[in-house]
């Protein structure tokens, strides 16, 4: 296990379609985190879960947004009703402790 | 809103020459970290520091904390074309359970 997994590396979607994003931490992580990313800007908090509980979930994260971490191990991240400004890089990250964040290469969303 | 903002927003050097980026943040930290991010892709850790250091060095970087000012630094010595990326702060605030980023600053090295 070298590094956590996204999967697709890259979306183009219409709008209006639902898009959903996986992500595989690393195994002994039980912290999981997703941000999104627009274009020229910094990484913005979406939601974190501790193991399978989602702990807390940004403003950010509209209702057309869910997220799950059914097992406590791999997360999905699904954007229902996609509107062009979802467009933007979704990462995925994980970590043991507060300190040692590992982000994965993310997953880039075109919505046309 | 993000927590912290960075300074500059973009730096353009020659190879050889060191790169300072600054950046600032507005509540109480446990740590403050640095990543950097090549075009398109994902996020790499480069060095944390915990509130309560004032300076580390990590081979060609050195990091520096004022929690006074809430305010760090980045310097790269050397710096070779293929530093070329953007820079981000990233804080791990007192009583949060994620990272606030910056703004970052792209960093251009020219060969």
């Known amino acids: 296990d070298t590094g956590v997994s996204q999967n697709p590396r890259h979306k183009i979607t219409k709008r209006g379609q639902n898009v959903t994003f996986r992500c595989d931490p690393i195994?002994?992580?039980?912290?999981l985190y997703w941000y999104r990313q627009t274009l020229g800007q910094g990484p913005e908090f979406l939601t974190y879960f501790q193991n399978e509980a989602q702990l807390e979930k940004s403003r950010l994260l509209s209702d057309r947004f869910s997220a799950e971490r059914p097992k406590g191990s791999f997360s999905t991240l699904e954007i229902q009703r996609t509107e062009q400004g979802d467009s933007a890089m979704y990462l995925c990250a994980s970590s043991r402790t507060d300190r040692d964040y590992t982000f994965g290469s993310g997953t880039r969303l075109t919505v046309v | 809103s993000q927590q912290g903002e960075e300074d500059p927003q973009a730096l353009s050097i020659q190879e050889g020459e060191n790169a300072t980026m600054n950046c600032s943040y507005k509540t109480s930290i446990n740590n403050l970290q640095w990543y950097r991010q090549n075009s398109g892709r994902g996020l790499v850790h480069l060095i944390l520091i915990r509130s309560n250091e004032r300076e580390k060095h990590s081979g060609r970087l050195r990091v520096t904390l004022d929690t006074s000012k809430k305010s760090s630094s980045l310097l790269i010595t050397a710096s070779r074309a293929a530093d070329t990326a953007s820079y981000f702060c990233a804080t791990d605030a007192t009583g949060a359970n994620n990272l606030f980023f910056g703004t970052g600053t792209r960093l251009t090295v020219i060969p």
């Open positions: 195994s002994e992580h039980n912290r």
